[in-house]
């Protein structure tokens, strides 16, 4: 289970690293998108005429920066960095497009080359940079490793949360993307070569440092939020545990209440038909006895039992009180047969049978009458209520237990009905077929 959970936080981590790698690189990728669009949609552009002639010939001065002139005595200024870039040499013939000067007397400034020497002047040829599927493609991996690295660090706290150890994860998260913003990969403009960030020359490139701040910021976020989520889930958890925990104590203790007492008692009775020689009537007491008991034990805490089990529970536990109680005790049992599939929670019926017997008189001159029918989808037991004389005390652990079992089991409540001559309990049936 362990083993499961963490490569569900492996999956988890690794499909959110991926949002995050796109939406750190979303704008890269829309203006390669829109550059994709432009070139299939777009017409060729007719080649721009110069108003003057087309070649000159580039003269450069000692301190590094040159002039195209032209035959007649005009000129275009070329920067140095331009000349170094280009890779133009004294002498060439240059066919190139340019900008107006700036200022009245000023020189034009060449734009852009068209051709050297009487060939089309070839870019590519300056820049030898990857494509930029390929530039894309290292992007995505890299923001991708990142996000998953921090992420990793982070989410592990969930397991054991607090704000030090959340605060120290975060700390090791910035060293870490310190340590991974050194070595992203980037691309040298005059080479086209794909190097370290650290050896660029260009350490604090704002446009990356953006980059991995906002991956960093993400990450953080999510690392929170989800570390406050397995928080919430294990605490849900951890409350239902303890919710079965307190059910299985109660229903013990009830076990606990039910084996001296009546354990006792049905001994005595047992003893009393051995005594009065009724062998027939002590072998069936027997068996009622030891199926109450074996009920109990084997099906106590199941969720769920059917009515018709239950039933028959009731048939064995009440034979019991008849032979203790003979020809005083009475049981008026009314079932829909409908009802029998429908369930309810193991052993509902045992503490109302019992509580009615300790608490009210059973004489001979005023026979008790225990009820148990259904009524539209519910379980109603009722009794009069005879109180004896000198009653005796009672704890309410059967009857709040039961209410809490319905409510845990079910989701549902039960209805207690007492007006002062009858008291009555209302349990509503679950039906399988709607609840699967």
Known sequence: MKLQSKYADVVLNLL???????????????????????????????KRSLTRMEEGRLVVHPDGYGYIVYANGDSVYVPPQRINRLRLAPGDRIVAEFTPPRRH???????????????EFDYTLLYNRPSQGSELLLQLIYFLVVSFVMLSILTSVRHDYSMSRYVKRCLWCCLAAAGLYCVAPVTEWHTGRILPNCTSGRMFDY????????????????????VLLSQRQAVEVENERLKNENLTTRYNMLVGQINPHFFFNSLNSLAMLVRERQDEKALTYIDQLSYTFRYII??????????DEELKFVEAYSYLFKIRYADKLFFDIDIDP????????????????????????????????????????????????IPKLEPEPSTGIGLENLRNRWQLITGRQIEILDDGETFRVRMPLQNPETSR
């Open 338 to 385: 409908k009802y029998l599939p429908w369930r309810l929670p193991a052993l509902s019926l045992q503490p109302l049978i019992g509580n009615a017997v300790k608490h009210n008189t059973i004489t001979r001159s005023k026979p008790f009458h225990i009820s148990i029918r259904t009524d539209g989808g519910w379980l109603e037991v009722s009794n009069p209520k």
């Open 298 to 307: 084997q099906n106590g805490q199941s969720a769920l039992m059917t009515l």
């Open 16 to 46: 959110v690293s991926v949002a995050i790698s796109l939406v750190v690189n979303f704008s890269y990728v829309l203006l390669m998108l829109v550059d994709l669009n432009s070139e299939s949609s777009a017409q060729p552009a007719p």
């Open 207 to 226: 446009m990356l440092l953006l980059k991995c701040s906002f991956a960093v910021v993400v990450s953080m976020l999510y690392g929170r939020i989800y």
């Open 105 to 119: 007397g000023g020189h034009p400034m060449i734009q852009k080359v068209l051709a050297r020497n009487g060939h």
